[in-house]
Nanobody, 124 residues
Framework: QVQLVESGGGLVQAGGALRLSCAASGGTFSSYAAGWFRQAPGKERDFVATMSRSGGSTYYPVSVKGRFTISRDNAKNTVYLQMNSLKPEDTAVYSC?????????????????WGQGTQVTVSS
């Protein structure tokens, strides 16, 4: 059983940056692909980024590509999401997830473990 705890959310002005962290415990983190998702009020959960177990492969949707970067430090059992050039439409609760496969994919259905989420608010 893997436990995931996110941190680093907060309030930022448009154009600013935040770095989210997701600390994993209870398992061998390098055995899991990692992903980030977000959900705004009244909207569906959206895919934000994913990274393979080794960190060699990443994938982003068009909405964040070039602005967000996922990374991981398996020695620290932590995955990060660097978010630059933030926009008001990036406002959401951001959650990290882990999947016991080499690659996580872009569908939230495929992930096995989830954190509780951290709020990101971007003001205009």
């Amino acid at each position: 059983q893997v436990q995931l705890v996110e941190s680093g959310g907060g309030l930022v002005q448009a154009g600013g940056a935040l770095r989210l962290s997701c600390a994993a415990s209870g398992g061998t983190f390098s055995s899991y692909a990692a992903g980030w998702f977000r959900q705004a009020p009244g909207k569906e959960r959206d895919f934000v980024a994913t990274m393979s177990r080794s960190g060699g492969s990443t994938y982003y949707p068009v909405s964040v590509k070039g602005r967000f970067t996922i990374s991981r430090d398996n020695a620290k059992n932590t995955v990060y999401l660097q978010m630059n050039s933030l926009k008001p439409e990036d406002t959401a609760v951001y959650s990290c997830a882990a999947r016991a496969r080499n690659f996580g994919g872009y569908s939230w259905h495929g992930y096995d473990y989830w954190g509780q989420g951290t709020q990101v608010t971007v003001s205009s």
